[in-house]
């Protein structure tokens, strides 16, 4: 990448900022390998500690990151009286943190690339930091902050008002955007006055389905993951081959046979949902169809209430097959809401179904998506602009799901393609017994939906998306902000006829930079070129004028297009 290519006697710089957890921002490690791999920058990551991130980020020797300290936690259980105070203090602890790392911590970058949200204080930060340090300014919208304040606070608080102001203002400031949504696009377009790429999510290349023996050696090491607190029973501990032993031969769904791997027939069927347990996310639609199904599947089969749950749970062990098999539920993720929802699992009385909390490392998670049956997204949007990677991350392995439905969800699930949608507890059940019914072997609908999402899932990768999409408008905001800060040295505007060449004295900063190139008839002593929007033949001419106030800028960034 030209533009963001070397400073004098080195390479580039790109830096990272997600005021988050970074080992739980999966789309902005992709962007700093990307950054790395694709654009060969070195890449500066300032974030937030917590959960690791995956180890191709780790292993990669341009990659460095720089943990902030976060909002000491004795702040955190203040008295809900105080809560305004801590709105306001935490954010200015924030910025004061973001600024000590951003101006003097971190290497002065060509770019600087900000996840959003949060908008407060990271815009802000961010901004300020690329206008002192002469770097383009690029925001990646994920969503809009001040919608998912709007949760807990209504859209008419003044903090949430506040909020959606700075986070407006300062996103307006930027040199380019992305966005994961066209609807998300239109959105900034017509009411932010942003102009945005569409950078849709993409599964890299270690989301895949898994292979048999990856599933049967992922089972034996969650084993212990799967087993219930002693006196605690549920339709996959009665008889349970669950020992802890990750060298055992048998788990729930894989059995090694002398040096064969073979998939049990009785095996339950493998469902897996990824949430944050927050409040855009209504885990309860999911617990009230997994009742649903339970209660349905037993009145098809004709059980009535009396039928003992345990001489059920022994012939299910012994082999016994049914027309629909029992289910188990795995969430992965952490949140607010998890130990809520945990003792709300707790009271479930089900006879054939059954749910597991874990958190998975950045390895384990994509096995485990390749490697279960269908997967599950409760994912709404808190402004119904935003898509769920999670179900990116789905495809990629080859897993269809089924969605909550909402505005602009239809961009990425296709309907009896490569997944379902459902509005209530009612449809998810309705679909679960529908895909389920003849499992494993008779479940037609069900493998039609998978082969659909491996369709989806190998159709683009995210290194693919990312050299379209984002690579060309990290391009053009960097020459934009480049030639913005050195069109305020000059004063002559006067354009070269076309086939010429511009001749500017050059600023130390972009000696011997790409941007920089040598004319065909030699300028004189101590000047550099710069060829701007070569594609239509738009040049500038500039002479240096030392000691003269700024010039107003000498050309639309709408000419500017590539170097």
Known sequence: MEALGKRTGGRGRACV???????????????????????????????????????????????????????PRVMQGWPKILRPLMLVMKPIYQFIMLLWFLFIKVPAPDVFLVQNPPSVPALTAVAWASWIRHSAFIVDWHNFGYTLLALSMGRSNLFVVVYRWFEKHYGKMANGSFCVTRAMQHEL???????????????????????????????????????LPLGVRDCFSCGSTMTGDTTSDETLFTALVSSDICVKANRPALVVSSTSWTSDEDFGILLEAAVMYDRRVAAILNEDDSTDKEVLWTEMHHGKKYLYPRLLFVITG??????????????????????????????????????????????????????????????????????????????????????????????LADELLMLFKGFPDDCDSLKLLRDGAQETGASSRWATE???????????????????????AFSS?????????????????????????????????GQLVVIIGEADHQYLKASAISGVPPAEAMCSQKRIYQC
């Open 189 to 227: 377009a017509q009411n932010w006055g942003i102009k945005a790429a569409v950078l849709y999510d993409q599964p890299p290349e270690f989301f895949r389905p898994a292979s048999l023996k990856e599933k049967h050696e992922l089972f034996c090491r969650l084993d212990k993951n799967f087993q």
């Open 466 to 488: 990312w050299e379209e999409h984002a690579k060309p408008s990290l391009l053009e905001a960097t020459v934009n902000c480049n030639v913005n800060f050195l069109s305020l």
């Open 334 to 427: 952490k949140g607010p809401d998890k130990e809520k929802y945990k003792q709300k699992i707790r009271k479930l009385n089900l006879k054939r179904v059954a749910f597991r909390t874990m958190w998975l490392s950045a390895e384990d998670y994509p096995l485990l998506l390749g490697s279960a049956d269908l997967g599950v997204c409760l994912h709404t949007s808190s402004s119904g602009l935003d898509l769920p990677m999670k179900v990116v991350d789905m495809f990629g392995c080859g897993l269809p799901v089924c969605a909550v439905s909402y505005s602009c969800i239809k961009e990425l699930v296709k309907v009896e393609k490569n997944g379902l949608l459902f509005s209530s507890s009612s449809e």
């Open 17 to 71: 900022v997600v005021l988050g957890d970074f080992g739980r921002s999966p789309r902005m490690q992709y962007h700093a390998l990307s950054l790395a791999r694709q654009a060969s920058l070195e890449v500066d990551v300032v974030a937030y500690g917590g959960s690791e991130p995956h180890k191709a980020v780790l292993e990669h020797e341009s990659i460095h990151i720089h943990t902030m300290v976060q909002w």
């Open 493 to 525: 505007r006067s354009p070269l006829e076309k086939g010429g060449c511009a001749a500017l004295s050059f600023l130390p900063r972009w000696q011997n930079t790409p941007l920089m190139k040598e004319t065909r008839s030699p300028p004189s002593t």
